[in-house]
């Protein structure tokens, strides 16, 4: 059917796709260290919310269900290895990690 993809979290699904796609029983999924994305599956659609970057992606149809599944793995790992990244830095007048 389709994917949607909102770059901020002022931006949704329709109404239109929320009536149409959003419906029924959801199981809700939290991923992340804290629970910051969020996977939350309804028998047509699964809509993906990520509070790190603030995007929400709506997955429409049977096809494309599996496929938020597959983005929930690379946001988790694209997360941490930025986290890690981070970490990482060090300034130059702290050679020891900043510590």
Known sequence: M???RFENN???PS???RERYMKGEVEEHHFGQEGE???LL??????LKDDID???ILFTGIRDKPRAV???RRMV???QLAEERMKSFTRGNQPDGGE
Request: no cysteine; hydrophobic share 40%; proline share 0%.
């Open 2 to 4: 389709g994917i949607f």
């Open 10 to 12: 002022f931006a949704a």
């Open 15 to 17: 109404r239109q796709q």
């Open 37 to 39: 994305i969020t996977l």
């Open 42 to 47: 309804y028998h047509e659609a699964a809509y």
């Open 54 to 56: 603030n995007v929400r």
């Open 70 to 72: 597959e983005e929930v």
């Open 77 to 79: 790992e694209y997360h």
